[in-house]
């Protein structure tokens, strides 16, 4: 019994045949024009990245497709660009601050130091005149 039912099973499997999909003349069209569209931008366009010449730091992100420009505009290299810039204004904020701060120390430090000197040097001479 269960050899006939995997035999049946099988059987059946085999007649089920994937119909081939047909595929109109205007789906055609549309597909070969978008394929033709994309098919011209190049990686330059997709992803612009700035040059280094460049001192304003304008970055043209629009990617052009033929002589049409997109919808949408890829802000992506210039969001990461801004949030580094801001990241190294920061960072030499922090750095700058550090060595104010290092410095006072310092002189905080060189007060306490000839403080110190000072102490030590009347407490000598008080016990030179003792003797």
Do not use: C, H, W
Not at 47 to 73: C, H, M, V, W
Not at 83 to 98: I, M, N, P, Y
Not at 109 to 127: F, I, N, S
């Amino acid at each position: 019994d269960e050899v006939r039912a995997l035999a049946s099973m099988m059987e059946k499997q085999a007649r089920i045949v994937v119909k081939p999909k047909e595929v109109s003349q205007e789906e055609k069209q549309r597909k070969a024009a978008l394929l033709a569209q994309y098919a011209n931008v190049t990686d330059e366009e997709e992803y612009p990245f700035p040059d280094p010449d460049e001192q304003d730091g304008s970055i043209a992100t629009a990617i052009n497709i033929g002589s049409e420009k997109s919808l949408f505009r890829n802000t992506n290299v210039e969001d990461v660009l801004n949030a580094r810039k801001l990241e190294r204004e920061l960072l030499r904020d922090e750095f700058q601050k550090k060595k104010e701060q290092d410095k006072l120390q310092r002189e905080k430090d060189k007060l306490a130091k000839q403080e110190r000197k000072e102490k030590e040097k009347k407490r000598t001479q008080k016990g030179e005149r003792k003797r």
